[in-house]
């Protein structure tokens, strides 16, 4: 298994990995892969921890692209946002959640 950056992606950025980023399409309407999770109790408390700045970059972008997607336009090409500087900025805090749930649940299965 290729080594891995939470902050950066996978260090290895494989033809078929930039091939699949690119024909998502989200990129075009200069969305971050973590824009675009789908957004259960997990996540949304993790977008809730952001920092301030973050979280209106966060709104920023998806605000865009849904204008842009009402508009059926996409940004010019030089303004996507390519495969090796999509930053997975909401990772760190998912991974928090995440393991802050798995030890609650572990702690009820006990008492």
């Known amino acids: 298994m290729p080594s891995y950056i939470a902050r950066k992606g996978p260090m290895l950025c494989s033809a078929l990995g930039r091939w699949a980023y690119n024909m998502s399409g989200f990129n075009q309407y200069g969305l971050h892969r973590d824009d675009c999770l789908y957004e259960d109790e997990d996540v949304a408390e993790a977008v809730r921890r952001l920092p301030r700045k ?13 204008h842009l997607s009402m508009t059926k336009t996409v940004l010019p090409k030089d303004q996507w946002i390519k495969y090796e500087e999509d930053v997975k900025y909401l990772e760190p805090y998912l991974q ?3 393991a802050e749930r ?6 009820n299965k006990c008492h």
Not at 54 to 66: P, Q
Not at 102 to 107: A, D, N, S
């Open 54 to 66: 973050l979280y209106d970059e966060r709104n920023y972008r998806i605000m865009r692209a849904l």
């Open 96 to 98: 928090e959640v995440i």
């Open 102 to 107: 798995e030890e609650r649940e572990e702690w």
